[in-house]
């Protein structure tokens, strides 16, 4: 089964409001990427955490340095250029490898 | 620096038709693998190496698909007699090995009619 498991799956916002995304994962997990993808398809690197959080910009993420079953995606103040689909992957434990297992995307829509 | 290059950008096919997809990582980074990613769906990892070493390749497709790194360090992935189900976009990715962030290239959208 999947194992990692994102929501919402698709999300319209305003400019200027907030929003998270989430992901959860069935089993612990060694690390977190966190994706955008655009509309010619390249999947641009946002974020890698393998605990606590990490900010640049409008965006912020969160990884659950506890059981490490989540984690956090926020954007802050939407603009229109955070239109995308956003991905994560996450890393499993010991014996995997570098292998990411990625969820299947939340579709964000800012609109003026 | 120069980020994972891949090309073909698009490629159309009829059924039956044979395609190869070449990508060049990150220098430096040992670990490149491969994904499928059909329209609407997250990646799905194919193939990845270490070196010129293959890893895991158990959910490539092995009777139509097959991927090299001769070198250990540019990789060709091909599809013999290509299948409409295989329409999809392909994205090479790269990393140090043992660390799990991978860079992504630009992918090839692939369209078998």
């Known amino acids: 089964g999947d194992q990692v498991e994102q929501s919402p799956s698709a999300l319209s916002l305003h400019e200027g409001t907030d929003s998270a995304l989430r992901c959860n994962f069935t089993t612990t997990m060694r690390s977190v990427q966190w994706f955008r993808q655009n509309s010619r398809g390249s999947l641009i690197s946002l974020f890698y955490l393998a605990s606590g959080t990490k900010e640049n910009g409008r965006l912020k993420s969160a990884f659950d340095s506890k059981e490490r079953r989540y984690s956090t995606l926020h954007i802050r103040d939407a603009q229109l250029e955070d239109s995308g689909t956003y991905f994560c992957?996450?890393?499993?434990?010991?014996?995997?490898?570098?292998?990411?297992?990625f969820g299947k995307g939340a579709k964000l829509t800012v609109s003026p | 620096e120069a980020g994972v290059t891949q090309s073909p950008r698009y490629a159309v096919l009829q059924e039956g038709q044979a395609v190869s997809f070449w990508c060049d990582p990150i220098s430096g980074h040992d670990t490149l693998y491969w994904y499928q990613q059909p329209r609407d769906q997250g990646p799905q990892l194919l193939v990845y190496?270490?070196?010129?070493?293959?890893?895991?390749n158990s959910q490539l497709p092995s009777d139509r698909f097959s991927a090299v790194r001769p070198k250990g360090t540019n990789s060709t992935l091909k599809i013999q007699s290509a299948k409409q189900g295989d329409t999809a976009t392909y994205l090479c990715a790269s990393s140090d090995w043992g660390v799990a962030e991978q860079f992504f290239g630009p992918g090839t959208r692939l369209t078998v009619l």
């Open positions: 190496f270490r070196d010129e070493a293959v890893i895991d």
């Open positions: 992957a996450a890393e499993a434990g010991q014996g995997t490898g570098s292998k990411l297992s």
